[in-house]
């Protein structure tokens, strides 16, 4: 399946007794790129991420992907959509009860996508790749902060996903390291199965270096990128 729409259609969105994070909101996001989702702290980063992963069911309008309304999707219809989508957490998503490596096989193996054998090869090239192997057979609460985000964060990519959702990718990492993670998110998009990474970071510093697409939130709205108008001062432009 190859997911070629992703959009918001009038959708309106927010949590019991809060202002609406969402309001009306129509918006197709930009694809086959990186976009760096930008606002300010509460604006709706986060939650626009889990709206994408489908992990939050708008309160009107639609979340669309190829034409089809996710909304109204049951379990089995989003399965295949599912599938598609990495997500890494800005905090948590490890399993304190599973070591790294059990941690990073699980989706492959649950999937019935590879082998115990080939899904152990994989998940140990990516530990190699980010240089921690070496904690494989030890489990979340006795390694380092940063190297449990990288699992998180190589956990969003072990399935070849379509979609790359990543909240806070850089947080408790050094530049070096985060920098050698987006390589290899730029080695699996040039291998073409990775397509579409949306993350959400007020690391400006490493994104000056990623260069991606930006999509502002500012008021319940999206806005794909500031342009300068005719007086030199910058305008949003809505997609």
């Known amino acids: 399946m190859r997911v070629d729409n992703i959009r918001f259609e009038n959708l309106t969105f927010g949590f019991e007794n809060n202002a609406k994070i969402f309001q009306n909101t129509t918006f197709d ?17 986060s939650t626009l991420l889990q709206l994408q992963a489908g992990l939050l069911i708008p309160e009107q309008g639609a979340y669309v992907m190829n034409g089809e309304n996710v909304s109204e999707m049951s379990f089995e219809e989003f399965l295949p959509y599912r599938l598609n989508i990495g997500y890494g957490f800005d905090l948590g998503g490890v399993l304190y009860n599973k070591t790294l ?29 980010l240089g921690i192997s070496k904690y ?17 964060l190589i956990r969003a990519l072990i399935m070849h996903p379509q979609i790359l959702l990543l909240d806070d990718p850089s947080v408790g990492l050094g530049q070096e ?40 939130i500012d008021n319940g709205q999206l806005y794909l990128h500031e342009a300068e108008d005719d007086s030199g001062e910058k305008k949003a432009v809505a997609a």
């Open 177 to 216: 390291t985060a920098l050698k993670f987006f390589d290899l998110v730029d080695e699996l998009r040039q291998q073409g199965e990775l397509r579409h990474v949306f993350l959400s970071s007020f690391d400006d510093k490493l994104m000056s270096v990623v260069n991606p697409t930006m999509v502002a």
């Open 136 to 152: 494989q057979h030890l489990r979340p609460s006795v390694v380092p902060g940063g190297v449990r985000k990288l699992v998180c």
């Open 101 to 129: 490596e059990e941690n990073l096989t699980l989706p492959l193996l649950y999937h019935k996508v590879l082998s115990p054998n080939e899904a152990a090869q994989r998940a140990m090239i990516y530990m190699e790749d």
């Open 29 to 45: 996001f930009p694809l086959d790129q990186i976009v760096w989702i930008k606002g300010e702290s509460g604006a709706g980063r």
